[in-house]
């Protein structure tokens, strides 16, 4: 097997784990938590897991201040805000629907680098931007009122959070970090940063059953291996145009999940929002810089 293949495997399976998350979400507070309490889970359950990965790896586990501060930074107002804000859209929204939405962050990625990077953005990119913005606005209109303002805010400022986050990796001086050891040190923090946020709301709930803990330990395990392990693989061996593209996996897989398992509805207008929404982010990625 080429390493090309082994790329697109790798990638794949990531998108499609990604993609099965918020049936695991469902499954974890349907049995005894909450949103917090979930999002606590992933981000606390996969700590130690990490920890004796990194030590087998022989990664060293320094970390200066400096690079101390930007990980609580990216953390606190991207990676886990950013989960935080899209675990939350499922209580207003159908699962696949709210991540279709939050899939726009490809857009702002580029609107981020167009306003505050100064960076010039091709044409063809400007009208994928109104492309996501059309299938955004389809995607909410014909969800029949399924979908509630909350939850349409919530997928959408994900989005931007998810954004911040991927612009502050590249330009935040954090690059010369093995994945792994950021992941690890992001979970510590946004582990810290949800429990305190359950505790002050009062929403921090774990009266879980045997199934709810099964079902944490696969999303945490699996987000940090799988989904997000996978994907830099897969991006070694194809590189990051095509991971884009085979990203989009992840909202059709859970717009799949979403009307299969979860008996979620799907009306003509919200699945041509869908469409327009993965169409804009696949052109986006295919887009001559």
């Given at each position: 097997?080429n390493?090309?293949?082994?790329?697109?495997?790798?990638?794949?399976?990531?998108?499609?784990?990604f993609?099965?998350?918020p049936l695991?979400?469902?499954?974890i507070?349907?049995?005894?938590s909450?949103?917090?309490?979930?999002?606590?889970?992933?981000?606390?359950?996969?700590?130690?897991?990490?920890?004796?990965y990194?030590?087998?790896?022989?990664?060293p586990?320094?970390?200066?201040?400096?690079k101390?501060?930007?990980?609580?930074c990216v953390t606190?107002?991207?990676?886990?805000?950013?989960?935080?804000?899209?675990?939350?859209?499922?209580d207003?929204?159908p699962?696949?629907?709210?991540?279709?939405?939050?899939?726009?962050?490809?857009?702002?990625?580029?609107?981020?680098?167009?306003?505050?990077?100064?960076?010039r953005?091709?044409?063809m990119?400007?009208?994928?931007?109104g492309?996501?913005?059309?299938?955004?606005?389809?995607?909410?209109a014909?969800?029949?009122?399924?979908?509630?303002?909350?939850?349409?805010?919530?997928a959408?400022?994900?989005?931007m959070?998810?954004?911040?986050?991927?612009?502050y990796?590249?330009?935040?001086?954090?690059?010369?970090?093995?994945?792994?050891?950021m992941?690890?040190?992001?979970?510590?923090?946004?582990?810290?940063?949800v429990?305190?946020?359950?505790?002050?709301?009062g929403?921090f709930?774990?009266?879980?059953?045997?199934?709810?803990?099964?079902?944490a330990f696969?999303?945490?395990?699996?987000?940090?291996?799988?989904g997000?392990g996978?994907?830099q693989y897969?991006?070694?061996?194809?590189?990051?145009?095509?991971a884009?593209?085979?990203?989009?996996?992840e909202?059709?897989?859970?717009?799949?999940?979403?009307?299969?398992?979860?008996?979620?509805?799907?009306?003509?207008?919200?699945?041509a929002?869908?469409?327009?929404?993965?169409?804009s982010?696949?052109?986006t990625a295919?887009?001559?810089?």
């Open positions: 097997m390493t090309r293949v082994k790329g697109f495997i790798y990638l794949l399976l990531s998108a499609v784990y993609g099965f998350m695991l979400v469902k499954v507070c349907a049995d005894g909450t949103i917090v309490g979930a999002l606590f889970l992933r981000f606390a359950l996969a700590i130690i897991p990490l920890y004796i990194l030590k087998v790896r022989k990664v586990m320094e970390l200066s201040v400096k101390g501060k930007k990980i609580l606190v107002f991207g990676y886990g805000i950013t989960a935080l804000l899209l675990y939350s859209a499922y207003y929204m699962s696949g629907m709210a991540t279709v939405i939050h899939f726009g962050y490809p857009v702002f990625v580029l609107l981020g680098s167009l306003i505050f990077l100064r960076r953005v091709p044409k990119k400007i009208v994928c931007v492309l996501c913005m059309i299938g955004i606005f389809l995607s909410y014909g969800s029949g009122g399924e979908a509630k303002p909350m939850g349409f805010v919530f959408l400022i994900s989005g959070t998810y954004a911040f986050y991927i612009l990796l590249e330009v935040g001086g954090l690059q010369d970090i093995p994945a792994m050891k992941i690890f040190y992001m979970n510590i923090v946004g582990s810290i940063m429990f305190l946020i359950g505790k002050v709301s929403s709930v774990l009266h879980m059953n045997v199934n709810a803990w099964i079902a696969v999303l945490s395990l699996g987000a940090a291996f799988i997000v996978f994907f897969g991006v070694q061996y194809v590189g990051a145009q095509d884009a593209i085979l990203s989009t996996f909202p059709v897989t859970s717009m799949i999940v979403g009307i299969l398992v979860l008996h979620e509805s799907a009306s003509l207008s919200s699945m929002g869908c469409i327009l929404i993965l169409i982010v696949t052109a295919f887009a001559k810089s």
